[in-house]
């Protein structure tokens, strides 16, 4: 039936979980400023990153970090830009030289600015020159051919594949691994994480991904909405674990049809 | 500070609050729903911009290893002139000039030298590296099948059974078993339970995470509190 309102009522469920989902994280935000006390787990992956710009400079080689192939609107790029800028600071401290390819033009735009801002923050502007991040192509296939032979005839020590990744991913992370890089990689697509898994040193799976950047800071604030993300992903679990046990026992779909969006 | 901080903060919160605004409100909330589709054009516009800024970058780039004769070269200049020649021949495509009228085929099926260049160069060099997906596949499948513990081990003989209950041949050599559950069709009935009950249970795990991580990433964007992406740091 079409709505005769301006607001649809067929999305008031999707209204509620947002607003519940955002009064929590908001609430560990809070908390946090006030100096709270937040555990947030290792994460293996995030705290590989220093040990692998450690082995590039040790060895004198590059560090090579491909942002995935998304633009800017695609909330895994903004999360692998968190990740470069903390790679970028330690390859300015350690005065490694970093390689940026792109994809897309508007994530080659925040990557330079990503870069160059590290960069300075660190107090080495000297080491920043615009040819660390650089466009390659728009095509995908292009990409992953230039990519591969930059693996493969400079031979970084360490290679970054996070973010966005879709069928070049394991053509990307299989190169590298032949090249013998140390790799870490960082994805959220669920088709993309068996090929990292199984080709790459390191994999940020799914949330590890969104959760770089707060983790990598440490500022109390994105810590605490790392906590509020927690907190609603163990309400979802007992609403699933619930839902499932009424339904098969009782037929009573209640909380299923709750989450239903039309 | 204003535009390099405050400027950039408050273009994202509008335009992250916008759209989620405007998912809530049908066709007929003009008020949300048309500043939502001039963001969405907006998008396609700066993107135009922005891939000409990749394009200088590209040219920069490369002419600059071509005149201090750096390692691969030959690459660039290789990259140069199928930038420059394919270009040229869209370009005019597009205008209609001369010979190079249009940039698909011609009436009579024969390609024009943009649609020339496009089935006879660029497709098929797409379609050689998507095919090096296959070998890359199997090497990788190579070092992740290997029996080293028990974890490793179940995904072995899961691989096996999935690999084995998708292709015809699977079905005839695992035939010589027989019908042990009294069903003909057991193995592919069993990769499919495979697939959908305890491969579908992990990946909902990691979409329900990944869902909720973006979305609380998405909320950190909108309120100035990650600002990695401006290349700033401190959220204070």
């Known amino acids: 039936m079409e709505p005769t309102t301006q607001f649809d009522p067929t999305r008031v469920n999707v209204l509620v979980l947002f607003s519940f989902f955002s009064a929590v994280v908001l609430f560990y935000i809070w908390k946090a400023r006030q100096g709270g006390e937040l555990f947030i787990r290792r994460i293996a992956g995030l705290n590989a990153i220093d040990e692998a710009v450690g082995r590039a400079t040790e060895l004198g080689k590059k560090v090579l970090f491909v942002p995935g192939i998304q633009s800017l609107d695609e909330n895994q790029t903004i999360a692998a830009l968190a990740v470069l800028q903390h790679v970028a600071r330690t390859t300015a401290r350690f005065g490694t030289e970093l390689d940026v390819p792109n994809k897309d033009p508007l994530t080659f735009a925040a990557a330079r600015e990503t870069v160059r801002e590290a960069y300075l923050q660190e107090g080495r502007p000297d080491l920043y020159n615009d040819r660390i991040v650089h466009y390659v192509t728009y095509d995908q296939f292009a990409y992953t051919a230039a990519v591969s032979g930059m693996m493969v005839r400079e031979k970084p020590a360490a290679n970054f594949l996070v973010g966005c990744f879709y069928a070049e991913s394991l053509l990307l992370a299989e190169t590298g691994q032949a090249s013998g890089a140390i790799q870490i990689a960082g994805t959220a697509e669920v088709a993309q994480l068996p090929f990292f898994v199984c080709a790459c040193d390191y994999t940020l799976i799914g949330e590890e991904l969104y959760a770089a950047g707060a983790y990598l800071s440490r500022e109390p604030a994105m810590l605490g909405s790392i906590k509020g993300q927690d907190v609603t992903k163990a309400v979802v679990g007992l609403a699933i674990v619930v839902s499932t046990l009424a339904t098969t026992f009782f037929g009573w779909d209640a909380i299923t049809r709750a989450f239903r969006i039309q | ?236």
Request: proline share 5%; net charge positive; hydrophobic share 55%.
């Open chain 2, 1 to 236: 500070m204003f535009l390099k901080l405050r400027l950039p903060l408050a273009l994202t919160f509008l335009a992250g609050l916008i759209p989620i605004v405007a998912f809530f409100f049908t066709e007929k909330a003009t008020w949300i729903r048309t500043p939502n589709s001039w963001l969405e054009q907006d998008m396609v516009i700066i993107a135009g911009f922005a891939l000409l800024l990749g394009v200088v970058n590209v040219i920069q780039g490369n002419v600059r290893k071509i005149e201090q004769r750096s390692s691969g070269w030959i690459y660039a200049a290789t990259l140069l002139t199928g930038l420059f020649v394919t270009g040229f021949f869209g370009i005019f495509g597009a205008m209609n000039f001369g010979p190079f009228q249009g940039i698909a085929l011609r009436p009579d099926g024969t390609p024009t030298p943009f649609a020339w260049v496009s089935l006879y160069v660029f497709t098929p060099l797409q379609a050689t590296m998507f095919s090096l997906l296959a070998f890359y596949v199997a090497s990788a499948a190579f070092r992740a099948f290997r029996a080293r513990n028990t974890e490793a081990t179940i995904l072995l003989i899961a691989a096996v059974i999935v690999m084995m209950g998708r292709i015809p041949i699977g079905e005839s050599i695992f035939g010589v078993f027989g019908r042990p559950f009294g069903n003909e069709r057991w193995l592919p009935d069993l990769t499919e339970w495979i697939m959908q009950i305890p491969n579908g249970a992990a990946q909902r795990g990691i979409i329900i995470g990944a869902a909720l991580g973006a979305a609380s990433l998405s909320l950190r964007v909108i309120l100035g509190i990650e600002r990695s992406y401006l290349g700033l740091e401190r959220s204070e």
